[in-house]
Every structure is written in structure tokens, then in C-alpha cells.
């Protein structure tokens, strides 16, 4: 079981991939290997959602919503691999053209807080499609740049592996206690960890890279099927 940081550390680093939350394949999950008492905690106790943070700034696997458009980490050992598959499946010029220019303006920046991030992207922090029109009350303003259509375009850049979260800052209430989840600050993983896909995968082409990463999960999980961990890969 997953009692402590460094046993959340030692399960990435020896699986390679760990998603947050229960999925197809029985076991392969924080989730599931998390007792009860610190999935959601109190404030003298912590957990994995406050581990998130400090595991990153040690430097040795990525966090981001990587499977299914849900949280999970990979090492950096078996990171290069991934993005060499999923980047195959998510290429650039099949994106959205809004993901590209979410994509142009971090890569000028480096990194940055999501809410900077949708500022500076030309999306509002709200979620609401109307607008209340002062000018004419009966006609609403539609607004096609929400808070939800960002989220939408930065899990699909997360997903292709893209964009991945360089740590999370925190707000802090007046007399200095800190609140709510967490705002992510992110990045892309050649910023974060100067990864050289061809290189770190001695040139695999991506249909290798799957094979490669089918083959060390179906050593972990021999009862889950190819298609299961295709599903989730």
C-alpha cells in the first residue's frame, strides 16, 4: 500500500506508469493502492493529491492528464517512449488550431499558472457560455473562449503529451492559510526535462516505442489484454 511519498516514488519508478484513478486494468491505479484515510485528508495528514507537488520538483517522472484525459504519472526512463507513441497519435498539425497557439504562447513564455495561461490565450476564467448583454438583454453574448474550451484543448495537448505540469501554486487566504486544490503551472516536457525524443529513444519509431511499452506492461498486468492497455496507452 501507498503510505507515504517515498512508497508513491518507488511504485512509479519500478511500474514506469501509474495512473491516478481506477481504470480498465485491475490494480493500476494510486487509487486502489491508497488506504482510505489519506485519498482525501484532513490537515494534519497528507496524501497523494499533496504529493503531487513535491514529487515533481524531484525530478524523476512526469505528471500531467495523461490516460483517458486523467492524472497519472511516468518516469522519465520510460517517458521518452511514451512521447514518441503518443505524440504519433496526437500530431500537431491534427490538433486544433487553438492548441497550436496555446502551445505557440507557452513555448514563449516557458511556463505559467493556468490562469495566466488562459489570459494570455484569449480565454476567460469563466465557465458560463452566455453572458448577460447590457447593450441588448435579450440577445446574450455567446462566448466561444470559456474557461471549459481551455481546459478541453489542454488535456488533449496533455494527452498527446504536449504539455505536462510543472507543479502546483496554491492560494492563500488573509491571515496566510492555504486553500483550495492547487492552480497547475504548465509546461512542456522539452522545457522541463530538455527530453530529445529520437535520441532518448535511439531512433524507435513510434510503432517500436508501443511494442516496447505493451511488452513491460503486459510483464506487470499478464492478465490485462492488448486491447485494455491500448485502451489506456
Known amino acids: 500500500m501507498i503510505t507515504s511519498q517515498e512508497k508513491l516514488e518507488e511504485l512509479i519508478q519500478e511500474w514506469g506508469f501509474l495512473p491516478f484513478f481506477l481504470n480498465r486494468i485491475e490494480g493500476f491505479s ?23 507537488g513535491p514529487i515533481i520538483s524531484n525530478w524523476q ?28 497519435l496526437y500530431p500537431l498539425n491534427k490538433l486544433p488550431q487553438e492548441c497550436r497557439h496555446i502551445l505557440d504562447v507557452l513555448y514563449g513564455c516557458e511556463s505559467a499558472v493556468s490562469r495566466e495561461l488562459k489570459k494570455m490565450c484569449g480565454y476567460s476564467l469563466t465557465r458560463k457560455r452566455k453572458a448577460f448583454n447590457q447593450n441588448n438583454p435579450l440577445e446574450p453574448i455567446i462566448n466561444t473562449h470559456t474557461g471549459a474550451d481551455f481546459d478541453k484543448l489542454i488535456n488533449d495537448l496533455q494527452m498527446g503529451t504536449w504539455v505536462c505540469i510543472a507543479d502546483f501554486e496554491y492560494l492563500y487566504s488573509k491571515s ?21 525524443i529520437p535520441e532518448a529513444v535511439d ?31
Open 176 to 196: 496566510g492559510e492555504r486553500y483550495g486544490w492547487g492552480l497547475a503551472r504548465y509546461c512542456t516536457p522539452e522545457a522541463m526535462y530538455g527530453t530529445d
Open 61 to 88: 517522472c512526469a505528471y500531467g492528464k495523461f490516460f483517458e484525459k486523467k492524472a497519472g504519472w511516468i518516469s522519465l526512463d520510460w517517458l521518452p517512449d511514451f512521447m514518441n507513441w503518443r505524440r504519433s
Open 203 to 233: 531512433h524507435r519509431t513510434p510503432e517500436e516505442s508501443r511494442q516496447r511499452i505493451i511488452r513491460h506492461l503486459n510483464t506487470l498486468f499478464p492478465d490485462a489484454n492488448e486491447k485494455q492497455l491500448m485502451k489506456l496507452i
Open 30 to 52: 494510486i487509487e486502489e493502492h491508497t488506504p482510505k484515510e489519506l485519498w482525501f485528508t484532513d490537515e494534519q495528514m497528507a496524501g497523494p493529491w499533496e504529493w503531487k
